[in-house]
């Protein structure tokens, strides 16, 4: 992997003239990673695990995790900053904040990035929680070659598209806790990944009692409801909404009580939690498929970016053909989807296709009589507009028309 190890020592000595300056480390890599294809050309995986066979000592391995999901392997480490390989199959992160200056390098495979912003509330209880509203900014496409860089303003969450994902990525080494580094939440929930030692332990306890004590779990559960802090309460709440609503009325209960300590802030976690939970099955239908064309749309369905950024980014993925022949293959796929909940017949598909070119629900129904025809559809109009209407809101399609 000597590549890796010139790709270094040159960002080493640019960086060094710039006197270790952070904010022009990303500029530095982007620059190196752009002037020479050598970093892609001259990488396989076949190369990879030949060397990874022979080699006899690498870099220092520090736990460099980058909101990445794994521990990436260290091909270069200078004391201010690491290249590191990424090998993801199935990367789905949260929705983060930077920790440090990062430059990714695609090797093998496509990644897609959802950039978002965060507008917090006036309303301010600490740094470690916020809430307010989380906004979609924009959607990358990254396929090999392509180069993407954070900086520690930058929210962002990662996918990868493809069997196997392999990325470079360069990252500064310090680990910035001058500010909380959040984890965020649909529509608009910012928590501080750091929890302190003595709530994470009444965390721990009160999962504990859920699965052996029922009666110790409702008292802990309640107390810390009505004296512990806004974050602890955050996370109380997030323990009783996991899915399987096992705890739903004592959820319900607890979410009154701390409301009427907190205020309109309650509300807005439990929002999140319920969209935490559609979050989850939408990834279940992404993890299931083995068809490319719906692991990228089930990816966009998690994402939520509406119709033009759909259209932009399946092109982007599939050049060779129309982005509304891949979405009308996905959409037919419906009418003999397995679940129930998702199964669609074959109007509802008709309207998605229409609704998807960009036409209109009343143009689309009007359409529709037009391929069928008869006294009985003209006379079904009203409800068939209602039908096309209620698509536009459907927990799958809602986010991408």
Request: aromatic fraction near 10%; include cysteine.
């Amino acid at each position: 992997m000597r590549v890796f190890q010139e790709l270094g020592e040159r960002i080493q000595r640019e960086w060094h003239a710039q006197h270790y300056n952070e904010k022009c480390f990303s500029g530095i890599v982007e620059q190196a990673l752009r002037q020479s294809d050598d970093w892609v050309r001259q990488f396989s995986v076949e190369e990879y695990v030949t060397w990874l066979q022979t080699v006899e000592r690498l870099p220092p391995q520090g736990d460099f995790k980058v909101g990445l999901g794994h521990t990436p392997l260290i091909v270069f480490e200078s004391g201010r900053f690491f290249l590191g390989l990424y090998f993801w199959h199935e990367l789905v992160t949260n929705i983060n904040s930077a920790s440090a200056y990062d430059v990714y390098g695609v090797l093998q495979g496509t990644l897609l990035e959802a950039r978002y912003a965060f507008e917090p509330s006036p309303v301010h209880f600490n740094t470690h929680l916020q809430w307010g509203t989380l906004s979609l900014t924009d959607v990358r496409h990254l396929p090999a070659g392509a180069v993407a860089a954070t900086d520690l303003h930058a929210i962002h969450s990662m996918y990868s598209l493809e069997g196997l994902t392999v990325a470079l990525v360069a990252s500064t080494n310090a680990f910035m806790r001058l500010r909380p580094v959040y984890a965020y939440r649909l529509p608009g929930v910012a928590a501080d990944a750091f929890r302190d030692p003595l709530a994470a332990r009444r965390l721990q306890t009160l999962a504990v009692l859920a699965e052996t004590d029922t009666a110790q779990h409702l008292r802990l559960t309640l107390t810390l409801v009505r004296t512990a802090d806004l974050d602890t309460v955050y996370r109380v709440l997030e323990h009783l909404a996991r899915p399987g609503r096992r705890f739903a009325a004592l959820a319900t209960q607890a979410a009154e009580l701390a409301r009427e300590r907190f205020g309109e802030v309650i509300p807005a976690f439990m929002q999140s939690f319920e969209s935490h939970a559609r979050e989850q099955w939408v990834l279940d239908e992404r993890r299931s498929t083995t068809d490319p064309a719906a692991k990228l749309l089930w990816t966009l369905v998690h994402v939520r970016p509406g119709r033009e950024r759909v259209l932009k980014t399946v092109a982007a993925h599939f050049p060779d053909r129309s982005p509304q022949e891949v979405i009308a293959g996905w959409l037919d796929g419906f009418s003999s989807h397995p679940r129930d909940e998702l199964r669609l017949d074959e109007v509802s598909v008709f309207l998605l296709k229409r609704l998807f070119e960009g036409r209109a629900p009343e143009e689309a129904v009007r359409l529709l009589a037009q391929v069928y025809g008869g006294q009985e559809l003209e006379e079904a109009v009203p409800r068939v507009l209602e039908q096309c209407l209620s698509l536009r809101k459907h927990g799958v399609f809602s986010g991408l028309l």
